[in-house]
């Protein structure tokens, strides 16, 4: 019988000085996307896959996220009374039973590497996923949920893969194809940010479901990229010693929400996304490209 996977880790330790005014008192996190914080786009990701525990790996200034998850009586008795039935079931679902979410401070930003590092004993000896909130996927079926069937089917670590042009692979960590099945590929090799020649134009996005070795190999904090503790080194690592890696071309639409154009185009897919604010939104984007135009 396979072990499913049940827990996840998020790192969400950052400080998002990208978006510095704002961050300094509200994690980056908490930025919401329409009307739900990138978090809980995350999180309900993670449900939709079957994951039961949730483990954040935190740092100093992110207690408003650990508030974010709890219960809110007081709120949610003035809804009731008022009969806003809506708005109550909108935010129990931002609701977490006690004991599924579990806090791991990282102590120093060592890299993401390091991030998943510190949630070790929760882990323990299984398979686990970590997701990354900064990136955000649309899809018909979520990122992990799909990853997580192709598990079934083909245990080892498993990175979710999107091809992007190779003028941008410096800013991934880039896949080295051994097969292409089509969704799914085999992995003989990744690289952190390379500076020239990548392996591939498919890079890494913020999806993983790794096997508890990649804690061992994580366990000897050798430093790669940018002086820090990388993930993709670890995952490779497995590659080195004849254990299954894949790559999997999810269906989706990925934002970089780490990034300030991407955070805004994201708010506008998903604000176009929702049915009560389509048209309107929709109208003033196209006054401004008409105004756009006449200014030219």
Known sequence: MRTKITKAVFPVAGLGTRFLPATKSVPKEIMTLVDRPLIQYAIDEARAAGIKEFIFVTSRGKSALEDYFDHSPQ???????????????????????????????????????????????????EPFAVILPDDVIAAEKPCLQQMVEAFEDSPGNMVAAMEVPLSKAKSYGMLDVSEDHGNLVSVKGMVEKPEKDPPSNLAVIGRYLLTPQVLKNLNRKSTG??????????????????????????????????????????????????????????????EIVNFSKAAQ
């Open 225 to 286: 990229a940018g002086g820090e503790i990388q993930l993709t080194d670890a995952i490779a690592q497995e590659i080195t010693e004849g254990r299954k890696v894949y790559g999997y071309r999810f269906q989706g639409q990925r934002f970089d929400c780490g990034s300030k154009a991407g955070f805004l185009q994201a708010t506008v897919a998903f604000g176009l996304a929702r049915e009560e604010l389509r048209d309107e939104l929709s109208d003033y984007l196209h």
């Open 75 to 125: 709120l949610e008795a003035e809804l009731k009374e008022k009969g806003k039935t809506e708005l109550l079931e909108a935010l129990e679902a931002t609701n977490m039973d006690s004991g599924a979410i579990a806090y791991i401070r990282q102590h120093k930003a060592l890299g993401l590497g390091h991030a998943v590092w510190c949630a070790r004993r929760l882990i323990g000896d």
